[in-house]
């Protein structure tokens, strides 16, 4: 996908030039506390190198990761990506984060409608899944508002020392077998 646009947003490839929004949201308390993975402490390089990693796992199909750029201001709001797993690429599991000050504003609960029409286009995908801290009401709402069922805690718990909080597990059938 080179981008893919609603009326409010554009999910675009990220640049190099993001790298700063990045660093300067991602490190944000309230927004790190509730990412899963992330280098400890972050900083600006970590940013470049996601950019480029992003760009090169692009290519090879292992992932797709993108800015949420809010349409008519040429400004990103978040990041929103997916990272495809299993034989012959049958789950993709989903992640996003958007700035502080981005937060109540529908990019997300868009943002995540966006990926799915992208991720239904991939007729290998089968299922998504989402993981959010159980403190992130918020997040669990953006899931559900897109058709994602909770399916109780994840096995796979991540240390955050901001949030000790457990981590629930979502998932969507996109093309049933």
Not at 99 to 107: L, V
């Given at each position: 996908m080179t981008s893919s646009?609603?009326?409010?947003?554009?999910?675009?490839?990220?640049?190099?030039?993001?790298?700063?929004?990045?660093y300067n949201n991602v490190t944000d308390p309230d927004v790190i506390k509730q990412l899963r993975r992330l280098p400890d402490p972050y900083n600006l390089e970590h940013a470049y190198e996601f950019i480029a990693l992003a760009g090169r796992e692009?290519?090879?199909?292992?992932?797709g990761?993108?800015?949420?750029e809010?349409?008519?201001?040429?400004?990103?709001?978040?990041?929103?990506?997916a990272l495809f797993s299993g034989n012959e690429v049958k789950q993709a599991e989903i992640g996003y984060w958007f700035?502080?000050?981005?937060?109540?504003?529908?990019?997300a609960s868009e943002a995540v409608r966006l990926m799915i029409e992208y991720l239904r286009s991939k007729k290998e995908i089968a299922t998504v899944i989402a993981r959010v801290f159980e403190n992130n009401p918020a997040?669990?709402?953006?899931?559900?508002k897109n058709g994602f069922n909770k399916q109780g805690l994840s096995a796979d718990q991540y240390c955050n020392v901001l949030n000790n909080s457990a981590v629930e597990e979502y998932k969507l059938i996109l093309n049933p077998e």
């Open positions: 646009v609603s009326e409010i947003i554009t999910l675009r490839p990220l640049k190099q030039s993001d790298a700063e929004f990045l692009a290519l090879t199909g292992e992932s990761h993108f800015g949420v809010v349409n008519g201001t040429g400004n990103l709001a978040g990041v929103i990506g700035a502080k000050r981005e937060w109540g504003k529908g990019y997040s669990a709402r953006v899931l559900i």
